[in-house]
């Protein structure tokens, strides 16, 4: 059940808003006038969201390679980055 709070709790009750962010890891949606406005959540759990994105953009990317034929093989690859190491 998603935790719904008034804009006012924001300046109000801050501290338990934060404590709920980092306790449980979810959002806390604010409203305003009645109607949804944000959504505020603790650093680390916007970093793993954002981490998820960046993981799913990287597994398209590499999919869409294997679809278009854009690819290695895995010797070859680790052949190339060991001879850029040794340079």
């Given at each position: 059940?998603?935790?719904?709070?008034?804009s006012?709790?924001?300046?109000?009750?801050?501290?338990?808003?934060?404590?709920f962010?980092?306790k449980?890891s979810?959002?806390?949606?604010?409203?305003?006038?009645?109607?949804?406005?944000?959504?505020?959540?603790?650093?680390?759990?916007?970093?793993?969201?954002?981490?998820?994105?960046?993981?799913?953009?990287?597994?398209?990317?590499?999919?869409?390679?294997?679809?278009?034929?854009?690819?290695?093989?895995?010797?070859?690859?680790?052949?190339?980055?060991?001879r850029?190491?040794?340079?």
């Amino acid at each position: 059940m998603p935790n719904i709070r008034p804009s006012s709790d924001l300046r109000n009750k801050y501290s338990e808003i934060s404590d709920f962010c980092h306790k449980y890891s979810e959002p806390v949606y604010i409203t305003k006038n009645g109607q949804g406005d944000l959504a505020v959540m603790s650093i680390e759990t916007y970093e793993k969201i954002i981490g998820r994105f960046e993981l799913y953009k990287l597994l398209d990317e590499g999919l869409e390679d294997i679809k278009n034929n854009k690819v290695s093989p895995a010797e070859e690859i680790f052949k190339n980055v060991e001879r850029r190491i040794s340079e």
